[in-house]
């Protein structure tokens, strides 16, 4: 159990545009979800943690007018890349996990990679 | 702030090898300690998890003990196989469930 997909897996689009990516939790409710961004060889980089219903809370140093997440459903999270530009071509992973007695345990989704040309 | 850091990698072990990844963290408080392995084309899967000093996490022949004392969260494992080729992510959590990487190490084992 505790599966995450995201969708699409890659997603290739021109300067400017803006593209979409799902979360989605399969068989569970996830009051939680959070964003990651991971660039080559480096770490995994908390973008932002969306709670269902509510704003997401952003980390320091993200845009939150860039990356737009909404958290509609206890199943589904979205992050819009909006106006994208090469820099932001990265790999991006959503994860999500219940809000009860253990909220470290986040299950991954197998992440989306963006190329912006 | 919090912070993980990890061995360089990439690894490579022939099998049955005795295997070790380093990892130590920066930390305020007490945060708990996990491992996450992402195997080729999919997500990371929790490893194994230590939430408190001297606790030691294993799953699937893999350990790590929290050491509070040298700050860190050793990986280890008696016998590598071919099957644990992956990326292994040293994390630290904190509160609300925030999580904190290190840099990934790849692991390849040879037959």
């Known amino acids: 159990g505790a599966v995450v997909s995201q969708h699409p897996s890659r997603v290739i689009c021109k300067s400017g545009t803006s593209v979409k990516i799902e979360c989605r939790s399969l068989d569970f409710q996830a009051t939680t979800m959070f964003w990651y961004r991971q660039f080559p060889k480096k770490s995994l980089m908390l973008m932002a943690t969306?709670?269902?219903?509510?704003?997401?809370?952003?980390e320091q140093g993200v845009e939150k007018d860039k990356f737009l997440i909404n958290h509609a459903s206890l199943t589904l999270s979205t992050l819009t890349v909006t106006s994208a530009h090469p820099e932001d071509s990265s790999f991006y992973i959503c994860s999500a996990s219940f809000s009860s007695l253990s909220s470290y345990e986040q299950y991954f989704g197998p992440g989306t990679r963006l190329t912006v040309t | 702030g919090n912070s993980v850091t990890q061995m360089e990698g990439p690894v490579t072990l022939s099998e049955e090898a005795f295997l070790t990844i380093n990892c130590t963290y920066t930390a305020t408080g007490y945060p708990s300690l996990f491992w996450y392995v992402q195997y080729p084309g999919e997500g990371l899967q929790l490893l194994l998890k230590?939430?408190?000093?001297?606790d030691k996490g294993s799953n699937k022949g893999f350990e790590a003990t929290y050491r509070k004392e040298t700050t860190s969260f050793h990986l280890e494992k008696g016998s590598v196989q071919v099957s644990d080729s992956a990326v292994y992510f040293c994390a630290l959590g904190t509160s609300y469930g925030k999580l904190t990487f290190g840099q990934g190490t790849i692991l390849t084992v040879h037959p």
């Open positions: 230590a939430t408190k000093a001297d």
């Open positions: 969306s709670n269902e219903g509510s704003k997401a809370t952003y």
